[in-house]
């Protein structure tokens, strides 16, 4: 049987993937870490880590083990004298990735940690670095990787972007979508607020190409309704494609640089938060699945 401790660093490893790390952070020795790991596995039968020189490399089977420990975790610290964390958990998250926080992902936040609370705002990139940096929010989930020493990165996924062009328009038959077909497309998409977005228009106009942009909003639903109406071609992601049907449309994917790269931005020091990390964990799965 596990005890507290020895939950916590086992979660510790799963996190950092590291003994010398982790035993920092418990302020242990690294051989008598290594020693409480080996005899976890022993005791339940199976290996719960991969040895690959330095790093330890989680499992099946410690993927499984690890939200139920987060569970067991949060539910010794409410019953606890102490209570060091909070217990809350905001969240940021830029538009286009809120499709990911299902009905689901939610339902399990609150079974792993019943005695949290979760609250999650959708809001625009800049602004959501704003309130991080000014401790209004736990975490972001965002396009940036900031480059800050307070802040912690971790890459989420690659969400790729094109464009939803309706049957009727003759771009649709173009196999590739060349650069000098955006000038004086009717276009609509996420606008000036994204970077990536931003960055495509303005690369785009430095080479002489002007497209006609009717339309900025965060909404993909709104932008495909207007290329579904041959209204304007749409700039929307791959996974808003597969989760919509627009039979009357074509998706044609664009290259890298309309691709966002999607992190998990939290302040240096909030690593040990256990629904910060059963969030991440949670976000993984889901994201995998995509």
């Known amino acids: 049987m596990f005890s507290e401790n020895h939950l916590k660093y086992f979660v510790s490893v799963y996190n950092t993937h590291s003994i010398s790390?982790?035993?920092?952070?418990?302020?242990?020795?690294?051989?008598?870490?290594?020693?409480?790991?080996?005899?976890?596995?022993?005791?339940?039968?199976?290996?719960?880590?991969?040895?690959?020189?330095?790093q330890m490399v989680p499992t099946q089977a410690a993927d499984n083990l690890y939200l139920h420990a987060m569970k067991i975790l949060s539910e010794y610290r409410y019953f606890s004298k102490d209570k060091l964390l909070s217990g809350n958990l905001t969240v940021y998250v830029?538009?286009?990735?809120?499709?990911?926080?299902?009905?689901?992902?939610?339902?399990e936040f609150y079974n792993l940690c019943p005695?949290?609370?979760?609250?999650?705002?959708?809001?625009?990139?800049?602004?959501?670095i704003k309130y991080l940096l000014n401790d209004e929010c736990d975490v972001v989930i965002g396009q940036t990787d900031y480059p800050s020493p307070?802040?912690?990165?971790?890459?989420?996924?690659?969400?790729?972007?094109?464009?939803?062009?309706?049957?009727?328009?003759?771009?649709?038959?173009?196999?590739?979508?060349?650069?000098?077909?955006?000038?004086?497309?009717?276009?609509?998409?996420?606008?000036?607020?994204?970077?990536?977005?931003?960055?495509?228009?303005?690369?785009?106009?430095?080479?002489?190409?002007?497209?006609?942009?009717?339309?900025?909003?965060?909404?993909?639903?709104?932008?495909?309704?207007?290329?579904?109406?041959n209204v304007a071609?749409?700039?929307v992601s791959e996974f808003f494609i597969k989760k919509h049907n627009f039979d009357n449309c074509v998706f044609k994917k664009m290259d890298s640089s309309h691709c966002d790269n999607m992190y998990f931005t939290y302040k240096s020091g909030k690593e040990n938060s256990l629904e910060l990390q059963v969030l991440k964990k949670l976000v993984l799965q889901s994201t995998s699945h995509s």
């Not at 035993?23 to 290594?34: D, N, R, Y």
């Not at 830029?94 to 992902?105: E, P």
């Not at 005695?115 to 959501?128: E, F, G, H, R, Y």
């Open 94 to 107: 830029i538009d286009d990735f809120f499709i990911y926080f299902t009905s689901n992902l939610i339902a």
């Open 150 to 229: 307070t802040l912690v990165n971790e890459f989420i996924i690659s969400l790729n972007f094109g464009l939803l062009i309706n049957k009727n328009n003759p771009l649709s038959a173009k196999e590739c979508i060349e650069d000098s077909d955006f000038d004086g497309m009717i276009l609509c998409g996420r606008g000036s607020d994204y970077p990536v977005f931003r960055n495509v228009i303005e690369r785009l106009n430095s080479q002489g190409y002007y497209p006609n942009l009717i339309f900025e909003s965060n909404n993909q639903k709104a932008c495909a309704s207007l290329a579904a109406a």
């Open 233 to 235: 071609v749409a700039s």
């Open 21 to 54: 790390k982790s035993a920092t952070a418990l302020f242990m020795a690294p051989q008598g870490l290594s020693r409480t790991i080996k005899n976890m596995e022993q005791e339940i039968g199976t290996q719960l880590f991969q040895r690959n020189g330095n």
């Open 115 to 128: 005695n949290s609370n979760l609250k999650i705002v959708s809001v625009t990139p800049d602004i959501a």
